[in-house]
């Protein structure tokens, strides 16, 4: 059976990366992204150019109707076979210090960054249920675990997922569907260039990670990659960062 996966905010960095990634796997792509659609069309390029096969999906995660629009006409369209791997990657950034922070900085991150992830998660997982086998990988931060100035709204965003991975792995060990979280640290992404001209000084400084670079985003697609892959059947619940030493 062809394995299906799903991929939010795929159009670019570590969601592009992961795309491709595990469309070199062998599963068809679910190419979600908000509105970049050139972007998205690069995506798909790229993917094709390997042998690969994906579809573009727009839609918002952070509007409920909008995902259940998306989605519902997806499952229509395949009556007898179901989404085996959601990645939870869709993500923004919207810095400020917590004084200054209006309430909807704070509503628009928690809404795309965690609200998106229930959205997406509740309407997939039903079928990796009756199939007794999925995977999904939700993408935090590095934030989430040590916290970064300026950061409230993301870093509770994320922090949250975390809570909240663990939580439904329990719920979901029995019927064979694993839930990991990715913790990335700095990587060469247009998002990491945003963050950084919040960060203070030090730890803008390649020197305070110790392996003295950022990470790539292919080195996190590998890692999704293989929480994707039956060779982490065992795997569940668990939160595993990818940041140089960083953490």
Same mark, same amino acid.
């Given at each position: ?37 050139? /972007? ?28 259940? /629009? ?52 509740? @309407? ?34 994320? /922090? ?41 000084? @030090? ?8 392996? @003295? ?35």
């Amino acid at each position: 059976m062809k394995r299906y996966a799903l991929v939010t905010g795929a159009s670019r960095g570590i969601g592009r990366a992961i795309a491709v990634e595990l469309a070199k796997d062998g599963c068809s792509i679910l190419l979600n992204y908000k509105s970049n659609h050139a /972007a998205a069309e690069e995506t798909l390029r790229l993917i094709e150019a390997t042998g690969g096969e994906a579809e573009l999906m727009p839609f918002d995660v952070s509007q409920p109707d909008a995902v259940n /629009a998306a989605l519902d006409k997806w499952f229509s369209a395949h009556p007898d076979e179901y989404i085996d791997v959601l990645v939870n990657n869709a993500g923004i950034v919207d810095d400020e210090i917590m004084l200054l922070m209006e309430p909807e900085q704070w509503h628009r991150v928690i809404d795309v960054n965690l609200n998106g992830f229930f959205y997406c998660t509740r @309407r997939v997982i039903e079928g990796m249920v009756e199939n007794h086998h999925g995977r999904i990988v939700n993408i935090s931060s590095i934030a989430g675990q040590k916290g970064h100035p300026g950061q409230v709204n993301y870093a509770a965003a994320k /922090a949250s997922l975390i809570g909240a991975t663990k939580a439904l792995a329990t719920e979901l060990a029995t019927k064979q569907v694993t839930v990991n979280a990715v913790s990335p640290g700095l990587v060469e992404t247009d998002m990491a260039e945003k963050v950084a001209e919040y960060l203070p000084e @030090r730890m803008r400084d390649i020197n305070s990670i110790p392996m @003295r670079r950022l990470g790539k985003p292919e080195e996190v697609a590998y890692l999704v990659s293989f929480l994707c892959s039956n060779r982490a059947d065992y795997i569940s619940g668990q939160v595993i960062g990818i940041n140089g030493a960083a953490l």
